[in-house]
């Protein structure tokens, strides 16, 4: 008896949760019906705004954003994880209806990404995935690194006929450049005779990584091919290379084809370049929200494609 | 003019006189004469490692390096390598050293490189069209070197009229004109420099008599330094940086324009930062808005490796030159020997840290 009372007023508790919750959404449902259907706000906070990369993904946000009416609130971390991690915090605090993040640093986000999965704010990540195993995020949008490295691999084996010692121009702790330079081992392994003798990080700086190259060249003068692992790092090679006036041909292969890269390219300084479509990122994360927002499925993984530039594709000078 | 030197000594207490002297060191002169007490060969060596400790510590790392990369690192190849390495560090380091002598420090060098940086870049890409190339090159670097001056000038301005503490007032100056670099360049690199402006941060002098040797911006890096070793030791002025230095109040007292000192000094290191961007965007043949983060940091290690004390009073370009130095090569000498970037920082740390220790203990203290 008693436990059969117990049950029913359960029952009951739940009955009146559930009315009231009922009153509630219908309420709050009747509120956001009644005024003009007020604008979707999306918040990001982006790795950078000091990369062209980042710049042209910025772009294809707000351009494909303005074409569905969303409100767009764009913050930049650069490249400071605990910087991030309180400017999403302030968003949070905004309520916006999305959140769009690019990690600075892919474990520390997990905590920041909790916090808006708390608030019942959608995340999505662009260019740079949450491996921090916490949190949910609905979709990460970017290109396909991994691919890209294998094209650089390629490109690489293609320019030295099967043969020769490389380098690799690192910069480590970045997910979409580990993804890179992943897809370049896995692809050179299938020539025996192309060995990767070096791997350095240079930061993706160009300082550093004409610093770095001076050094190589001193240290392995006898190296075919140079991997930079964006174009600060191709151009700072391919600078020292310069300067140091070698007279044997060093294969550089860069990845990103920022301007400054292809012309390098078209003069045949570069072999080649990996390119990415940062704006492509951009628009196909504005489309992945906009689907969510209207209820239907999102792949959890957007792959952006990538492609090749070479004095060839270029078309000559 | 009167000699400042005679009034000093007559006006100043004595302790600005030991640390005001030209190129003399005013604590290693006063341990020397503790260790004179002390005889035989032993003393002998200490007042060696007293005058040349700093020297005698970049052979030690040169000769390591020598036999860790089995003769690689002292080829003159490589040893050309590291001197162009250095040379924007070192530029930077000897209007720090000035600075520094004072008793100030500047944090902005690295924000006014790069903004410098990037309107010399901006001019090298327009001025060729209305004018030819060579004028416009020359113009180009002499605005660039002006507007070093001026953003030096600002920092020493608002230190000596409003009293702000040198770190914060530098601090200011690094954070605004980091920002400032940005919005000049929408955050983009500014490249398609002339060829000809190249030779700045890649040439070699005379190279057709005797080929890749004489890198330029090595040659402009011995230039400056000579000069400012000149300054600082055979110059009235240089003679005041010491003395406001030593003890400010007493300079004051003795006649000494403080402000007009201070002025100079962050000036000076407004114009070597301004020449290190000169430099660096020619090395790198563009112009970037991101150049020089913690360039600030490399100087004042390289200066204080050299010596030069942060309270203020002392230090030498020789001294900030080995400094410059040791950097370069441990950097260099980590690289050759493989040693991966991780530990390489860990060890710069450590030998920062262990070349001040040695100071400390250089001094007695």
Redesign the interface.
């Known amino acids: 008896m008693v436990r059969r009372r117990h049950g029913w007023s359960r029952i009951l508790v739940l009955l009146t949760d559930l009315a009231v919750m009922a009153v509630l959404v219908a309420g709050t449902g009747a509120l956001a019906a009644a005024p003009a259907p007020a604008k979707r706000r999306i918040a990001a906070s982006l790795l950078t705004s000091k990369h062209g990369f980042y710049q042209e993904l910025e772009d294809g946000l707000v351009a494909e954003g303005r074409k569905y009416g969303f409100e767009l609130d764009i913050t930049y971390a650069e490249f400071d994880a605990a910087k991030q991690a309180r400017q999403i915090e302030d968003l949070i605090a905004r309520k916006p209806d999305a959140l769009i993040i690019s990690p600075c640093d892919s474990t520390a986000i997990g905590e920041s990404i909790v916090k808006a999965n708390k608030a019942s704010i959608p995340v999505f990540t662009v260019d740079i995935a949450n491996r921090s195993g916490y949190g949910s995020v609905v979709s990460h949008i970017a290109s396909d690194n991994f691919e890209g490295g294998r094209l650089a691999g390629q490109l690489m084996a293609k320019a030295l006929g099967g043969t020769g010692k490389v380098i690799i121009i690192n910069h480590p702790s970045i997910t979409s450049v580990m993804d890179r330079v992943s897809g370049f081992r896995e692809y050179l392994e299938q020539y025996p005779g192309i060995q990767i003798v070096a791997d350095i990080p240079a930061w993706g700086q160009r300082s550093r990584a004409t610093a770095i190259m001076e050094d190589v060249l001193m240290m392995m003068p006898y190296i075919d091919g140079v991997f930079g692992i964006n174009d600060d790092s191709a151009l700072g090679a391919l600078q020292a290379i310069e300067a140091a006036r070698v007279k044997r041909r060093i294969v550089v292969v860069g990845y990103d084809g920022t301007p400054e890269a292809v012309k390098a390219i078209r003069a045949s300084k570069i072999y080649g370049d990996v390119v990415q479509y940062p704006r492509q990122i951009g628009v196909l994360a504005i489309q992945a929200i906009r689907d969510h927002f209207n209820g239907l499925p999102v792949k959890p993984y957007i792959a952006v494609g990538v492609g090749i530039v070479t004095a060839d594709s270029l078309g000559g000078p | 003019m009167w000699d400042s030197r005679k009034n000093l000594a007559q006006v100043a207490p004595a302790g600005v006189v030991a640390a005001g002297g030209p190129g003399s060191d005013g604590g290693a002169g006063a341990s020397a004469a503790v260790a004179r007490r002390r005889s035989g060969l032993g003393a002998r060596l200490g007042r060696l490692f007293e005058d040349y400790g700093m020297a005698l510590v970049f052979a030690g790392i040169c000769v390591l390096f020598t036999i860790w ?1 089995k003769g ?1 690192f002292i ?1 003159p ?2 040893i050309v ?1 590291v001197l ?2 250095i040379s924007i560090n070192a530029c930077i380091a000897t209007g720090m050293t000035f600075v520094i002598i004072t008793g100030g420090v500047d944090l902005s060098v690295g924000s006014v490189l790069a903004v410098v940086g990037i309107v010399t870049a901006k001019l090298l890409t327009r001025l060729p069209g209305l004018m030819p190339v060579l004028p416009a090159i020359i113009l180009s670097c002499l605005v660039g070197l002006m507007m070093g001056g001026v953003m030096g000038s600002v920092n020493g301005f608002t230190i000596t009229r409003f009293r702000v503490p040198p770190f914060v007032s530098t601090l200011a100056m690094m954070t605004a004109a980091r920002g400032v670099a ?1 919005l000049l360049s929408d ?3 500014v ?2 420099l002339p060829l000809q402006f190249n030779f700045i941060g ?1 040439g070699y002098v005379l190279d057709k008599v005797f080929g ?1 040797w004489v890198p330029m911006p090595v040659v402009i890096m011995v230039v400056v330094m000579a000069t400012a070793h000149v300054i600082l030791t055979r110059t009235q002025i240089g003679r005041y940086v010491y003395a406001v230095g030593g003890n400010e109040e007493a300079a004051r007292l003795s006649g000494i324009n403080v402000a007009r000192v201070k002025m100079f000094a962050y000036s000076l290191s407004g114009v070597t930062a301004a020449l290190g961007g000169i430099i ?1 965007i020619s ?4 112009g ?4 020089g983060e913690s360039y600030e940091l490399y100087a004042i290690a390289a200066t204080v490796l050299g010596g030069t004390s942060m309270s203020g009073g002392k230090g030498t370009m020789v001294g900030t030159a080995i400094g410059a130095l040791i950097m370069g090569v441990l ?2 000498g980590l ?2 020997a ?1 040693v ?2 991780y530990s390489q920082n860990v060890i710069l740390g450590a030998v920062i840290l262990g070349a001040v220790l040695i100071d400390r203990l250089r001094k007695g203290a």
């Open positions: 990369t690689l080829r190849d490589n390598n162009r390495q940005f955050g983009r690199p490249w398609n890649r890749p660096l090395r790198l043949a563009s970037q808005p991101g150049a950097n260099n690289n050759l493989g991966e970037s």
